[in-house]
Nanobody, 124 residues
Framework: VQLQASGGGLVQAGGSLRLSCEASGRFFSSYAMGWFRQAPGKEREFVAGVDWASGSTYYPDSVKGRFTISRDNAKNTVYLQMNSLKPADAAVYYC??????????????????WGKGTLVTVSS
C-alpha cells in the first residue's frame, strides 16, 4: 500500500481544511486508516482513526468535535476534515494504514504503512 496525502496549506485560526489521503493497492478497504501529526520538536501524535470493519472512528480529546475522519473505499481515499483550527494544530500531517485499529491507536511505531506528510499552518 502506498499513501499520498494532500490538502495542507495555510489557514487562519478558526478556519477549516480538508486533507485527503489516496491509497494504492487492492485491499484498501481491509485496512484501518488514520491521521497523525508532528509539530517541530514534538512527538508524532495520533489525531484520528477509522476502523475498516466497523467504521468506528477515534479521536483524542484535543481534536474531538473539531476533526472528522471519513473514508471512501470506492476511491481508496481517507479524508480528515478539520474545523475550528487553532495555532496548536499546525504540524505536518501524515496518513497511515494498518490491519488493526488498535495498532493505529496504541502502537504507532508498528504501523504498516505511512504516507509522506502534508504541512498545515495555522496563523493566529
Amino acid at each position: 500500500v502506498q499513501l499520498q496525502a494532500s490538502g495542507g496549506g495555510l489557514v487562519q485560526a478558526g478556519g477549516s481544511l480538508r486533507l485527503s489521503c489516496e491509497a494504492s493497492g487492492r485491499f484498501f478497504s481491509s485496512y484501518a486508516m488514520g491521521w497523525f501529526r508532528q509539530a517541530p520538536g514534538k512527538e508524532r501524535e495520533f489525531v484520528a482513526g477509522v476502523d475498516w470493519a466497523s467504521g468506528s472512528t477515534y479521536y483524542p480529546d484535543s481534536v474531538k468535535g473539531r476533526f472528522t475522519i471519513s473514508r471512501d473505499n470506492a476511491k481508496n481515499t481517507v479524508y480528515l476534515q478539520m474545523n475550528s483550527l487553532k495555532p496548536a494544530d499546525a504540524a505536518v500531517y501524515y496518513c497511515a494504514a494498518d490491519g488493526r485499529i488498535a495498532t493505529m491507536r496504541l502502537r504507532p511505531h508498528a504501523i504498516d504503512y505511512w504516507g509522506k506528510g502534508t504541512l498545515v499552518t495555522v496563523s493566529s
